[in-house]
């Protein structure tokens, strides 16, 4: 029996049963709203490193729609980053991402429906140094090129950031991964999101898990061109109770160049303190608060919202 056949008949079991999760509204999704009361802490730092308009293209240059501060926060409320064909950003947290039951984060992207979707790779890890990938499928057509009209069957996709629409985080369940080498599932500190190329041209496009191409709009030589990257939601954590509502505020961005955001629910008392233990911030306020420390020396300072510590860093 030729390879080819051989090929075929043990391959075709698999894309026969493997129809994942389907979109938004749909008995069956995984989607989970940026409002669901599963979600505990959000991203509070980025750095990124933009990809293309045009991988194809380079001289039409980068995209310019969004900043670092964009993906912090909650989903819906600072914008997007957008990445660019191959750009990609690692988001941090104040606290970090373990694995407990179920989905652990949730990645959002800002389709403006089910069916244009522009995806990403996901990976996570515990040091910010070596990263393990999400085992991405992509089992879409790819003997058309997707464009600018393309029409997606989330079913086809598991285990990548933009399956579903804005305001509706797809889920990453930390589990999956708990046979890689130098992962600690109980503290995950960073989370890299990575653009698909999604060019039918393989000298351009990118592969999923079992080699195959991934198929999404291509080209989009735009100022938002590539993943649209929203926000990252956290689940689980072991330093939030795994998923009890125990937090107390979130500081973002960390680090900053000195003005930084302070979010907790209802009226709150903050401190900052420099690490000679001066008192450089004395207030009460109510939900949200912008801290300004320009005017003090760059270096770690300690922020007491009702008398929880956390540290922050002014570069």
């Known amino acids: 029996m030729n390879r080819i056949l051989l090929f ?29 009361s599963v979600f505990k802490a959000w991203a509070s730092g980025c750095k990124s490193s933009l990809g293309w308009l045009d991988i194809a293209n380079k001289n039409l240059g980068k995209p ?25 950003a690692v988001l ?13 984060f949730a990645v959002f992207e800002n389709s403006f429906n089910n069916t244009f979707l522009e995806l990403a790779f996901v990976e996570v890890s515990s040091d910010g140094i070596h990263f393990v990938r999400f085992p991405a499928t992509s089992l879409s057509d790819t003997s058309v090129q997707l464009d600018n009209n393309a029409s997606m069957d989330a079913t086809k996709l598991n285990n990548l950031a933009g399956k579903y629409k804005a305001n509706y ?8 991964l708990k046979d890689s080498i130098g992962l600690n599932l109980k ?10 190329v999604g060019s039918v041209n393989p000298v351009y496009g990118t592969r999923d898990a079992h080699h195959h191409l991934i198929n999404d709009p291509y080209p989009t030589p735009y100022p938002s061109a590539g993943f649209d990257l929203d926000a ?11 998923g009890e509502a125990t937090i107390h505020f979130s500081i973002y961005p960390n680090p900053s160049t ?19 233990g001066e008192n450089v911030v004395q207030q009460i306020f109510l939900n949200t608060l912008k801290v300004d420390l320009t ?21």
């Open 64 to 88: 310019t729609i969004g900043d670092s501060l964009s993906p912090i926060g909650k989903a819906g409320f600072n914008g997007v980053l957008s990445l660019g064909d191959g750009g990609e």
């Open 232 to 242: 990252v939601g956290v689940i689980h954590s072991e330093a939030l109770g795994l």
């Open 258 to 276: 000195g003005i930084f955001t302070i979010n907790a629910p209802g009226e709150n008392r903050v401190e900052v303190y420099s690490v000679k």
């Open 187 to 196: 503290a995950i500190t960073h989370v890299k999101i990575m653009d698909v």
């Open 8 to 36: 075929l008949l043990f391959s075709l079991p698999f894309f026969l049963r493997a129809q994942f999760a389907p979109c938004v509204g749909f008995p069956g999704t995984t989607a989970i709203e940026s409002d669901s």
């Open 92 to 104: 941090t947290f104040d606290y970090p991402i373990s694995n407990g039951e179920g989905p652990d």
């Open 295 to 315: 005017a003090f020396p760059k270096g770690m300072y300690f922020v007491v919202v009702n008398g929880v510590a956390r540290k922050v860093i002014v570069e």
């Open 169 to 176: 985080g797809t889920p990453f369940d930390l589990e999956e």
